[in-house]
T-cell receptor, first 110, second 118 residues
Framework: GQQVMQIPQYQHVQEGEDFTTYCNSS?????IQWYKQRPGGHPVFLIQ?????EVKKQKRLTFQFGEAKKNSSLHITATQTTDVGTYFC??????????FGAGTTVTVRA | EAQVTQNPRYLITVTGKKLTVTCSQN?????MSWYRQDPGLGLRQIYY???????DKGDVPEGYKVSRKEKRNFPLILESPSPNQTSLYFC?????????????????FGDGTRLSIL
């Protein structure tokens, strides 16, 4: 099955700044999902990307799926303390299996 | 309220003592799966089930068993737990298998079960 790598593992951000987390797959994906896990909580679905080159926005969050459908990114603008948590990407390959990246843990300095 | 319920939430036990973590969903979902979460490794799938009586191995199935006799329940069984199975476990469900449809198939996660095997 595919391997999904996510970088960086940790992201320390000053409140108000922007940051991006990246997700790369060893194989072509049929689609990709993003989840957010607050400290002490469980992963919560954010969005799914399906089409090559697709870009979706949710308020300050921008999600992108690469042209080759092997990578994705999540960009957060004007980081707030509510953005604290771990962000996971999860790639779905042709075997229908969902493979999660290791996550990017975000902390915010006020 | 639509939810995935896991029990217990916390368990400390000893090596070799069989245990079962229950998982139940009330959304009539076909697809259910178990994950373990370890620092630096993210979520790794243990087993999944595409429907009643249909189960398959995920990426890290060794030492675990599952069953899917009813649509709503998907228990995780550790026949002879060992310390390397100390972890945070999540059960998840979705209406259909990931990738079966281009519509959103979000995974709905339970609150997690923290297992400590001494």
């Amino acid at each position: 099955g595919q391997q999904v790598m996510q970088i960086p593992q940790y992201q320390h951000v000053q409140e108000g700044e922007d940051f991006t987390t990246y997700c790369n797959s060893s194989t072509t994906l049929s689609n990709i999902q993003w989840y957010k896990q607050r400290p002490g909580g469980h992963p919560v679905f954010l969005i799914q990307l399906v089409k090559s080159g697709e870009v979706k926005k949710q308020k300050r969050l921008t999600f992108q799926f690469g042209e080759a459908k092997k990578n994705s990114s999540l960009h957060i603008t004007a980081t707030q303390t509510t953005d604290v948590g771990t962000y996971f990407c999860a790639g779905i390959g042709n075997d229908y299996k969902l493979s999660f990246g290791a996550g990017t843990t975000v902390t915010v300095r006020a | 309220e639509a939810q995935v319920t896991q029990n217990p939430r916390y368990l400390i036990t000893v090596t070799g003592k069989k245990l079962t973590v229950t998982c139940s969903q009330n959304m009539n979902h076909e697809y259910m799966s178990w994950y373990r979460q370890d620092p630096g490794l993210g979520l790794r799938q243990i087993y999944y089930s595409m429907n009643v009586e249909v189960t398959d191995k995920g990426d890290v199935p060794e030492g675990y068993k599952v069953s899917r006799k009813e649509k709503r329940n998907f228990p995780l069984i550790l026949e002879s737990p060992s310390p390397n199975q100390t972890s945070l476990y999540f059960c998840a469900s979705s209406s259909r298998s990931p990738g079966q449809s281009y519509s959103n198939q979000p995974q709905h996660f339970g609150d997690g079960t923290r297992l400590s095997i001494l």
